[in-house]
């Protein structure tokens, strides 16, 4: 099955930066990535969008992280990234990583999460 393999989490103090990656393997021949992204989750808190890309390179910010968080790919290796600056408390979350897939029908997959720290 396809596996996400996440990096880059930790902690930083507000104001700092931090970049996230996330790296897709056992894609099944057959089977194409449509677009891949983050979400977020903080505690007493919904899972949230943080920003997708498709594989068209369209790009979605959520408006809490818009201009401050950059999501780029690298298709040779099925990766996203996610570029984090000018960080704050608020930011504090597990973030996860999702992957979604088509052959016939389209498939989410989710990675693990990392979880990113924010201290003031």
């Known amino acids: 099955q396809v596996q996400l393999v996440e990096s880059g989490g930790g902690s930083v103090q507000a104001g700092g930066s931090l970049t996230l990656s996330c790296a897709a393997s056992?894609?099944?021949?057959?089977?194409?990535?449509?677009?891949m992204g983050w979400y977020r989750q903080a505690p007493a808190k919904q899972r949230e969008l943080v920003a997708t890309?498709?594989?068209?390179?369209?790009?979605n910010y959520a408006n809490s992280v818009k201009d401050r968080f950059t999501i780029s790919r690298d298709n040779a290796e099925n990766t996203v990234y996610l570029q984090m600056t000018s960080l704050k408390p608020e930011d504090t979350a597990v973030y996860y990583c999702?992957?979604?897939?088509?052959?016939?029908?389209?498939?989410?997959?989710w990675g693990q999460g990392t979880r990113v720290t924010v201290s003031s």
């Open positions: 056992r894609i099944s021949f057959g089977f194409r990535i449509l677009a």
């Open positions: 890309i498709t594989s068209s390179g369209s790009t």
């Open positions: 999702k992957l979604t897939v088509v052959g016939i029908l389209e498939h989410d997959y």
